[in-house]
């Protein structure tokens, strides 16, 4: 959370030379503190794990955080009981009347359908739209993250030869970014998935910046220049076994998936595996809540949530 002190004390702009957040007095005098809301649609089949990976990661903050869990569909779920979906999940039309502080849209393993074959693409186009009125900040993984650049900016993902599965080094391309605070360098994500955007695509378009890439996984993190919709590529949220569990799942299905790289000891499946990500994948979702959710929203989420956004230092 941000320090509070006097503006004129030279630790002030010193630490702001560093690109460290400091809260001057005149606005922390401004700034009122309530429970931040962040619904989450979840759209993968292990919706209990993800549920936990994600509150995992929200938890480590000092912030209140009212989560709301989303459903897409009223079909029954083929890997998650019907119970546990009338019990902790709403319907769009029982949310759709509120604002949010942000809104998480998850992963979801489609990445060799068409967006088009998806049976709730429309449903899907929908929330992202209504996203943009609705919720301060959006943080798109994944599958979510390519329909969100599909249907926001036209930029069209193609299918890797292969899928990519595995732990990859990432490198930060902007350096005073907020939602890059406390990150090194180079730091390693897990990537699971079929569909890749080219690199320079996103580098050229002129409402989005990538702001972290990778040799071999592309483009990770882009965020819209205004902001307010956050992209992330991989799964900084997966736990150490995660991988394991998918490439297990198809083996069984004989489906013959390699390995995931860079993941198990001389890539021995047998071995227990690194898990080399996770404090990376908690200050990425503490920096997205602190900078681009609480330090923007307004104290009063029943007005136009979207305008005066201040321009995130
Ligand atoms: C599809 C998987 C991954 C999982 O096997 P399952 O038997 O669990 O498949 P499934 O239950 O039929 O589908 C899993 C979930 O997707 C939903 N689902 C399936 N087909 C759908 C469709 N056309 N429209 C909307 N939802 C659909 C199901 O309802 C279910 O969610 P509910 O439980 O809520 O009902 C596997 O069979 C497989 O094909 N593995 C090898 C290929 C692979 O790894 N695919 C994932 C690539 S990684 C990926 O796709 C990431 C995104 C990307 O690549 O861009
Ligand atoms: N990669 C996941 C789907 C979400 O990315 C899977 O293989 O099931």
Request: net charge negative; proline share 6%.
């Amino acid at each position: 959370m941000p320090v509070k002190v006097p503006d004129s004390l030279p630790a002030s702009a010193i630490l702001r030379g560093e690109n460290i957040f400091v809260m001057s007095e005149s606005r922390a005098l401004a700034q009122h503190i309530r429970p931040l809301k962040v619904l989450i649609l979840n759209l993968m089949p292990n919706k209990i794990e993800t549920e936990t990976q994600l509150l995992r990661l929200l938890a480590n903050t000092p912030l209140q955080v009212d989560v709301e869990l989303l459903k897409i569909h009223n079909r029954p779920s083929r890997h998650t009981s019907c119970d546990h979906m009338n019990a902790f999940y709403r319907e769009f039309e029982a949310v759709r009347g509120n604002n949010y502080d942000g809104l998480i849209i998850t992963g979801a393993p489609l990445g060799d359908l068409e967006f088009e074959e998806v049976a709730y693409w429309d449903e899907i186009r929908t929330i992202i739209d209504w996203s943009q009125q609705h919720a301060t900040s959006v943080l798109f993984l994944c599958w979510a993250a390519h329909a969100a650049l599909y249907h926001l900016y036209d930029i069209k993902r193609y299918l890797r030869d292969e899928k990519i599965s595995g732990v990859f080094r990432h490198q930060r391309v902007h350096q005073h970014v907020p939602l890059l605070r406390g990150f090194d360098d180079e730091f390693w994500v897990p990537h699971s998935r079929y569909a890749q955007v080219s690199l320079d695509r996103l580098k050229a378009h002129p409402e989005l910046a990538v702001l972290a890439e990778s040799d071999q996984a592309g483009a990770y993190l882009v965020v819209s220049r205004d902001n307010r919709n956050l992209f992330v590529t991989g799964h900084p949220e997966y736990t150490r076994t995660t991988l394991q569990d998918e490439y297990r799942r198809d083996l069984a299905a004989g489906l013959s998936p390699k390995v995931p790289d860079n993941y198990y000891p001389d890539d021995d499946p047998t071995k227990t595996p690194h898990a080399r990500w996770q404090a990376h994948g908690a200050l990425l979702v503490s920096n997205w809540l602190n900078y681009y959710v609480y330090q923007q929203t307004p104290f009063d989420l029943s007005g136009d949530i979207r305008a005066g956004l201040m321009e995130i230092e």
